[in-house]
């Protein structure tokens, strides 16, 4: 019993701040853009850009705190983005995720969650803001495939209504995402809309413009072929001729022709 007693309050020290207190609006729109850039720059272990072109939406979570020993949580909270009917991304809307897991874990460990809608279904539930969002009950979740050369696995091999990426900066065992909750804040939202929020809206405006460059395909960048022996460049005009090479064979034969008496 002292044992999960001596959880409660290890969860309660790491969880319960991370969504009493969440970070502003202009620090989580940051973090959000923060942990794009991140992933952007691994495209052979990123998010494939087909797959983030084919989305409804995305979810970024930066700094997901799990903490625990047998009974575990995690607190967080990120924005979301759902494309419109032309395609383009449109403004986040702030969400917190929570949630306590039971099972083989121990440690604490900051994670950063970006998740990828493909249907509208379990999307416009957070942006309508018609209740709480379980990821593994109300929306099928799994781990997203990445690189270059996982497009395939986007195309009807994937069945989950959301896939997870992460990114960890410590130690943690047995941690997933199911049974995870989501839901819209109010608070940050309403904050969002206020007037003297140009800073915040700024930030929104990059952090579209970086959903929609990752969403288009990079070129690979090959290597140019090997060249042959460089071809010598002939003489300018007017200057001066170069001296050929002394030849490696021996010089030929000169046969005397008999003369006529």
């Not at 009807?156 to 959301?162: D, F, S, T, Y």
Request: glycine fraction near 10%; charged fraction near 20%.
């Amino acid at each position: 019993m002292c044992r999960y007693l001596l959880a409660a309050f290890t969860l309660a020290l790491f969880v319960a701040p991370a969504s009493a207190l969440p970070p502003s609006n202009a620090r989580t729109l940051e973090n959000s853009e923060e942990v794009l850039e991140s992933l952007s720059k691994i495209p052979l272990k990123g998010i494939p850009a087909k797959l983030l072109a084919d989305a409804q939406g995305v979810a970024i979570i930066p700094r997901v705190i799990k903490a625990g020993f047998v009974f575990g949580g995690r607190g967080g909270h990120g924005v979301v983005l759902a494309k419109d009917k032309d395609g383009n991304w449109g403004d986040p809307v702030f969400i917190d995720l929570g949630g306590a897991s039971v099972g083989f874990q121990a440690g604490v460990e900051s994670t950063d969650v970006v998740l990828v809608f493909r249907n509208r279904k379990s999307l416009d539930r957070l942006l309508e803001g018609k209740g709480k969002l379980t990821l593994g009950a109300d929306a099928a979740i799994a781990a997203g495939p990445v690189g270059r050369m996982a497009a395939a696995a986007t195309d009807g091999k994937l069945e989950a209504e959301i896939v997870s990426y992460s990114r960890s900066r410590g130690l943690f065992a047995g941690v997933s995402l199911d049974g995870a909750v989501i839901h819209a804040n109010a608070n940050s939202n309403a904050m969002l809309q206020q007037p003297g929020r140009e800073t915040e809206r700024k930030l929104a405006e990059n952090l579209k413009a970086k959903l929609m460059d990752m969403s288009k395909e990079k070129p690979m960048l090959v290597a140019p072929p090997t060249l042959g022996a460089p071809v010598p460049v002939p003489p300018a005009v007017g200057g001066p001729v170069p001296t050929p090479a002394p030849s490696s064979y021996p010089p030929p034969l000169t046969i005397p022709l008999p003369q006529r008496p």
